[in-house]
């Protein structure tokens, strides 16, 4: 059964907040950045808050990094994020199999 964009958008983000923080998905703080965007835009659509204050680093790199999809379709931003994660789960070289079944339900 193929799963349509917003199925295979609701598993993909269901399996990157269930991933422990030792477990072989390990992204980086760029990769983390890149779900958040494509997150937040798939979500929320462009960025519509003021950028955060000059000591708030955390919050000016995600703010920065949402307003860098800015104009991307809600569509488009689901589709970046799945991509993202089948990407980065097929680096994985020794896959648990819950990983290789999330990886064929997002490529179907």
Known sequence: MTLTLDEKFEKAYKFVQAQPKEGPFQPTQDRKLKYYKYYKQ?????????RPGMFDFVGKAKWDA?????????????QKYIELLVEDLEQITDKPEDMVQ???????
């Not at 949402?66 to 689901?78: C, N, Q, R």
């Not at 999330?102 to 179907?108: F, N, P, Q, R, Y």
């Open 42 to 50: 798939a979500t929320e659509g462009d960025v519509s808050t003021p």
């Open 102 to 108: 999330v990886v064929a339900d997002l490529k179907a």
């Open 66 to 78: 949402h307003e860098s999809v800015k104009g991307l379709s809600k569509e488009e931003a689901k």
